[in-house]
């Protein structure tokens, strides 16, 4: 689960890290205000779920600006904010229709003399989070990481004892902090690391931390990301989802309990396991086809779930074809059958559909389905399945 950079700059403050001051607001008028109590210079920052904000461009506006924009003058604000409001963001990480912006930030502008990158990731080689930190922060952390990777410093950190003072301080001295800027840089990096272990992020990162010139140290953009496995553990973090910046469908999904995933494709997918999901997706795609989702229903499915999770697929107009592969294990194939024959007596599916059950009580699974009446064309094995469905999404 993603926030915003205005919730990630909150956390991280109720951890101990100094961020600029700012308000966030939902008009043009209020954008206004907030100027006039911040007083002063300001950054309007469009918030939305992807990064690069800075370097995007608003789509058909014209504006040569993008979702991070200084302003000196009180008479700029409302004319830039209605961009911001009107026309979708689009940067590297949106695709090409952006994304529709419906808070700013208004944030006290900084002078910077440094851009310094920092971010927390769970490090899978060595199986622990570690710290990476890179001198040159900034947009362009990215191509740093590409090209020179070996300026990227790394610090393992235990989840028991979370980052260690000497650790923080090692490595402030490693990014060329001097002064009371170290004590500054250290305690930001004791927040990130408090608020990665103790909210179960999967990244927490800081890009820039900046320093002033006159030496103060400020997280000036923020990003969480929460491990969605361990959001039953905070109810607090999950108060924070903005529901508009997600997948409508990829969010009911999660709500009836299935693990949806949108694709580009034609053909829906609805698969127990996410094994045999993904299997599922390289065999349509080796027999020339392109699947429109990846969804796994999981071991347990009933009724009710895959009626939602056929509605879901259905309600994609790129969906041309549906391939049902179900492996019965802990789920038997004749309650699965069960179940897609009265989800598509509620649905009634306008698009062909193939269907290929194996394992535990296959053969009343399939006597149930051929009994049905439905129009179903059923499949011997995933080669069978895989070769039907692309021939019926074409
Ligand atoms: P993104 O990473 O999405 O592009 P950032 O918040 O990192 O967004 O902003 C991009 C750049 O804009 C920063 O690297 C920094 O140079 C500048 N910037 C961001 N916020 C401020 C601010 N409050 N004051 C001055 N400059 C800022
Ligand atoms: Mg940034």
């Known amino acids: 689960m993603k926030i915003h950079e205005f919730q990630a700059k909150e956390l991280l403050a109720a951890a101990g890290a100094s961020v600029p001051r700012g308000l966030v607001v939902s008009s043009a008028a209020d954008a206004l205000s907030a100027f006039d109590k911040l007083g002063g210079p300001v950054v309007l920052k469009a918030q939305v779920h992807a990064g690069g904000r800075g370097k995007g461009r608003f789509k058909d506006s014209g504006a040569d600006f993008g979702g991070v924009k ?3 003058n009180r008479e700029d604000v409302g004319k830039v904010a209605d961009v911001m409001f009107k026309f979708p963001l689009v940067t590297k990480q949106t695709g090409a229709d952006g994304q529709k912006v419906s808070k700013i930030l208004v944030q006290e502008a900084a002078d910077i003399a440094r851009e310094i990158y920092i971010g ?43 980052l260690l003072a000497f650790q923080a301080r090692r490595l402030a001295f490693e990014l060329g902090f001097t002064g009371e800027q170290v004590g500054q840089a250290e305690k930001i990096m004791m927040a990130l690391s408090k608020v990665f272990l103790e909210k179960d992020c999967s990244l927490a990162e800081i890009n820039p931390l900046v320093v002033s010139p006159k030496g103060e140290v400020i997280v000036l953009d923020a990003k969480i990301t929460f491990d969605d496995n361990a959001l039953f553990r905070h109810p607090d973090v999950e108060k924070l989802l903005d529901e508009s910046e997600e997948n409508p469908a990829e969010l009911r999904a999660a709500r009836a309990g299935l693990s949806f995933i949108s694709l580009n494709g034609n053909i829906g997918c609805l698969v127990n396991g996410a094994g045999l999901a993904m299997s599922t997706m390289d065999i349509i795609k080796y ?7 990846f969804l796994d229903v999981g071991g347990g499915a009933n009724k009710d779930q895959v009626t939602e999770a056929l509605r879901i697929l259905l309600g994609d107009p790129n969906v041309k074809a549906v391939l049902i ?15 897609v024959v009265a989800a598509f007596k509620e649905v009634q599916p306008k698009v062909p559909f193939v ?3 194996e394992g535990t009580n296959v053969g009343e699974g399939r006597r149930i389905l051929q009994e049905s ?6 499949a011997t094995d995933l080669t069978d399945a895989a070769k039907k469905v692309v021939a019926a999404a074409k």
């Open 287 to 293: 027999h020339g086809g392109e699947p429109a989702n």
């Open 120 to 162: 927390m990731v769970l490090d899978r080689t060595i199986g622990m989070p570690i710290l990476m930190a890179c001198a040159e922060g900034g947009v362009e952390i990215e191509e740093v990481a590409a090209k020179t990777p070996e300026k990227i410093l790394k610090v393992p950190v235990s989840p028991e004892t979370g």
């Open 373 to 378: 009446g439905l129009n179903l064309a059923t």
């Open 355 to 357: 269907v290929r059950l």
């Open 70 to 72: 200084f302003i000196k």
């Open 325 to 339: 592969n179900i492996f019965g294990g802990i789920m038997k194939c004749d309650t699965i059958a069960n179940a």
